[in-house]
């Protein structure tokens, strides 16, 4: 059993400023970490994905959660469902966000099929309810601007960096790895790797 999942906001424009009381969300004892990844609506409400490793699927496993007031966390309800039983492997770390049309999307950290691998994944929905898992969407290839590349064989935690407008993605970030190294003891050693996406 995990540590249960707590959520705080800034009460001032400040983040420096005062801090509402930390209240529970969802459930007091998950079977592991959550990953929860939430976006609030304009009227307030809140649409959101969770992870489990599910009874039915026996691995990392994404399921929906909603809420009327997200300041409320008498009104979060969470499903136990697969969102995506389609997917025969474990998926996790996700980034939920609304594009230009007010679409939802979901970026993944996709586990499987390569076990020396990793990749990044897909979804999308009009409603955030109702979900179309698009699959493989990145992978840890990446090339610099010296004309080098490098092929992360940990590449997860996306998120993206918008632009001004806050709906045009511009950039890509993970949490990466460098894997097993001659010199270096272990492969723990990780930073935050960003690549500029194309327009």
């Not at 136990?80 to 980034?95: A, C, H, N, T």
């Not at 020396?116 to 929905?125: I, L, M, N, R, V």
Request: net charge negative; glycine share 8%; charged share 20%.
């Amino acid at each position: 059993v995990a540590p249960p999942t707590f959520m705080a906001y800034s009460l001032t424009d400040d983040p420096r400023g005062a801090w509402s009381t930390p209240v529970l969300v969802l459930m007091p004892k998950p079977m592991m970490d959550i990953n929860a990844a939430p976006v609030i609506k304009e009227d307030g409400s809140l649409v959101g994905m969770w992870r489990d490793h599910h009874p039915s699927m026996k691995y990392s496993t994404p399921h929906l959660f909603t809420a009327a007031n997200w300041t409320d966390p008498t009104t979060y309800k969470y499903s136990s469902e697969p969102l995506f039983p389609e997917v025969k492997g474990p998926i996790e770390d996700m980034f939920m966000y609304r594009d230009a049309r007010g679409y939802f999307h979901t970026l993944f950290h996709l586990m499987f099929p390569k076990s020396d691998e990793t990749f990044g994944s897909h979804a999308y929905s009009k409603t955030g309810l109702s979900w179309t898992y698009t699959g493989q969407c990145y992978t840890g290839l990446t090339k610099y601007t010296d004309g080098s590349t490098f092929s992360y064989p940990y590449c997860e935690r996306p998120h993206l960096v918008f632009a001004a407008d806050g709906v045009t993605p511009v950039a890509l970030t993970n949490g990466v790895k460098l894997g097993p190294q001659k010199g270096i003891e272990g492969e723990d050693q990780s930073f935050t790797l960003l690549r500029p996406l194309r327009h």
